[in-house]
């Protein structure tokens, strides 16, 4: 590793939908998380782009979906990202609440058990999808900020993303270049673990191994974004992984973030993404972030053809009783 800054942990995670009307209502009315920018993908203008955070849309708290209607459903396997944890308040008190709040709602979780490394009590459930989700449990951990929608008390919400798990054909390879060119760090207590930046919850990664490929589609994550501070941070990525002999997608204007992507050694799709200028940089307030259908201002003048080319989201905003 040479003199570029070390990733700071997870930045967001980026999953695909094929239903944005029941994705819309389990990640925002079941999971209780806020919808903070509703947009389209800005290479696929006819698919919207949903951001799910904290309250304040923090970096590290974004869980985000492309929505493509006719996409197959996705498999887990060599390849892909296997699975998402978020992080949640309390203990294990709060993830049985948790358990019983999701089966009310159809979704059946397992038992509430300990991920391993962290030791932190975990319940693993999936989404509507299929996609594979873990809530893991910090009681007085430090964090996001959780929304008052949340159908659980403050306490118990989801405040932010804690770890990922890659599912690799060749896990050597892969950790070789996690921490010879990414800078990860092996976790003590746990071969399988890998940690960024501060370390621990938010800055965490699995790596799991299996032969059998698998595939992308719904219910399957798209990338993994790593935070950086700002652009000087980026530029310095992308001139130290050209020197490294990575490709690279040069720096990419998201507005609400600067993107730098890449793949992994198991075809694994990363980004780097910047901390700003964040979601109410296109003039949204904080109070009614994700109410309407924001652009870029690069996109704006296209407004009422991408407008047509959607169907309508029920983004009324959820409100706790």
């Not at 191994?209 to 980026?234: I, L, M």
């Not at 990363?270 to 994700?290: I, K, V």
């Amino acid at each position: 590793m040479t003199s570029v800054p070390a990733l700071q942990g997870l930045h967001h995670v980026t999953a695909v939908t094929a239903d944005a009307r029941r994705n819309l209502d389990f990640y925002t009315r079941v999971l209780g998380m806020r919808l903070v920018k509703t947009t389209v993908n800005q290479d696929d203008v006819s698919a919207y782009h949903l951001f799910y955070a904290d309250a304040l849309g923090s970096p590290g708290t974004e869980l985000t979906f492309f929505e493509w209607e006719q996409v197959p459903s996705a498999h887990v396997g060599a390849g892909t990202v296997s699975e998402t944890a978020l992080r949640v308040g309390g203990g294990r008190a709060e993830l049985e609440a948790w358990k019983t709040h999701l089966a009310r709602h159809g979704r059946v979780a397992g038992e509430v058990g300990i991920w391993s490394g962290i030791g932190l009590p975990s319940l693993a459930f999936t989404d509507p999808e299929g996609q594979p989700l873990r809530l893991i449990a910090e009681e007085g951990a430090a964090g996001g900020h959780p929304w008052p929608g949340s159908p659980l008390p403050p306490e118990a919400s989801v405040f932010g993303l804690s770890a990922v798990t890659l599912t690799v054909r060749n896990v050597a390879e892969t950790a070789l270049f996690l921490t010879e060119v990414l800078g990860f760090r092996a976790h003590p207590d746990d071969s399988s673990l890998y940690e960024t930046g501060r370390g621990g919850p938010g800055a965490n990664l699995r790596l799991a191994a299996s032969a059998s490929p698998g595939g992308q589609g719904a219910g399957g994550v798209h990338h993994v974004a790593w935070t950086v501070e700002n652009q000087d941070e980026q530029h310095a990525w992308r001139e130290y992984l050209a020197v490294k002999g990575v490709p690279n997608s040069g720096l990419v204007d998201r507005f609400y973030f600067q993107s730098l992507y890449f793949r992994i050694p198991g075809g694994i799709l990363f980004e780097l993404a910047t901390r700003g200028p964040g979601f109410t940089a296109d003039g949204e307030s904080l109070a009614h972030l994700g109410e309407r259908l924001s652009l870029p201002p690069f996109l704006e003048a296209r407004r009422a053809q991408i407008e047509r080319g959607l169907p309508p989201l029920d983004v009324a905003p959820v409100v706790r009783p």
